[in-house]
């Protein structure tokens, strides 16, 4: 029962997804599904009971799941032993996994019902979201989105690092030119920063405008650079996946 589980539920290092892992991952994207609509009035009123008895199925079933790997887990030489249970009850997956259905079984012990709207559970819900990064485990495109943020890391918080200081310095540059002429808009550097912030990011929301000749000649080169701000990290992010690609087409080749 033991290996069973062990190979089922994807526990091995570059396990593949197996049957009882899909149908894991489509338990999560139904409980997801669950806290989306629960956040309707216009469904919840009406449907309390319902979404508890789901909140209830949902969480013994993941509880089920938690138990399971934690007795199939000592199989991996890595969470091998007593300790190594212990080891793996503080991973990054285990503690997705505790996220997933802790809350809604325990909160009812205290005397907090699963529909109620404080601000504790609206919390809770909003985590069993986290439940879904345990499907990056097989996810070959967001393996490798995650590989290319770690080699080119450096180079992108250089590039974050520069559009901050670009848009503290087109913040400055407002304040200077339209401060006085706009005090409510442009009367200090932080109300500045809102401005150059949604300019530069390309959201131009239109709330606030520069009005004279100096603050929208600033503008237009303000705008112009922040095409750069895009264009850099995106080329950065698009390099970076040209390699790691070439680099598995080379691994498949080999």
């Known amino acids: 029962v033991k290996e069973y589980l062990y190979k089922?539920?994807?526990i091995a290092p570059e396990s593949k997804l197996t049957n009882l892992t899909r149908a894991i991952y489509i338990l999560i994207l139904l409980s997801i599904l669950t806290?989306?609509?629960?956040?309707?009035?216009?469904?919840?009123v009406g449907n309390e009971?319902?979404?508890?008895?789901?909140?209830?199925?949902?969480?013994?079933?993941?509880?089920?799941?938690?138990?399971?790997?934690?007795?199939?887990?000592?199989?991996?030489p890595q969470y091998s032993g007593f300790l190594g249970r212990i080891k793996y009850i503080f991973s990054f997956y285990?503690?997705?996994?505790?996220?997933?259905?802790?809350?809604?079984?325990?909160?009812?012990?205290?005397?907090?019902?699963?529909?109620?709207?404080?601000?504790?559970?609206?919390?809770?819900?909003?985590?069993?979201?986290?439940?879904?990064?345990?499907?990056?485990?097989?996810?070959?495109?967001?393996?490798?989105?995650?590989?290319?943020?770690?080699?080119?890391?450096?180079?992108?918080?250089?590039?974050?690092?520069?559009?901050?200081?670009?848009?503290?310095i087109s913040a400055i540059c407002l304040y200077l030119a339209e401060g006085h002429i706009e005090?409510?808009?442009?009367?200090?550097?932080?109300?500045?920063?809102?401005?150059?912030s949604v300019t530069l990011t390309t959201i131009g929301y239109g709330d606030i405008v520069p009005s004279t000749v100096l603050g929208k000649i600033l503008t237009i080169i303000i705008t112009v650079a922040s095409i750069g701000i895009v264009a850099i990290p995106t080329g950065i992010l698009a390099a970076g996946f040209s390699e790691a690609l070439s680099e598995l087409k080379n691994r498949k080749d080999n």
């Open 8 to 10: 089922q539920l994807s």
């Open 35 to 44: 806290i989306v609509l629960e956040s309707e009035d216009a469904i919840k």
């Open 49 to 76: 009971d319902k979404f508890r008895t789901l909140n209830y199925i949902f969480g013994y079933l993941f509880l089920t799941e938690y138990i399971c790997r934690l007795y199939a887990v000592g199989l991996n």
């Open 94 to 168: 285990a503690i997705i996994d505790l996220i997933s259905f802790a809350p809604f079984l325990l909160l009812p012990i205290f005397g907090i019902p699963t529909t109620s709207e404080s601000f504790l559970l609206r919390l809770f819900r909003i985590l069993r979201l986290f439940s879904l990064l345990k499907t990056s485990r097989h996810a070959t495109g967001l393996i490798l989105i995650g590989r290319v943020i770690m080699d080119k890391r450096y180079e992108l918080i250089f590039a974050i690092l520069m559009t901050f200081v670009i848009i503290f």
């Open 183 to 196: 005090p409510e808009k442009f009367g200090s550097i932080p109300k500045a920063l809102w401005w150059s």
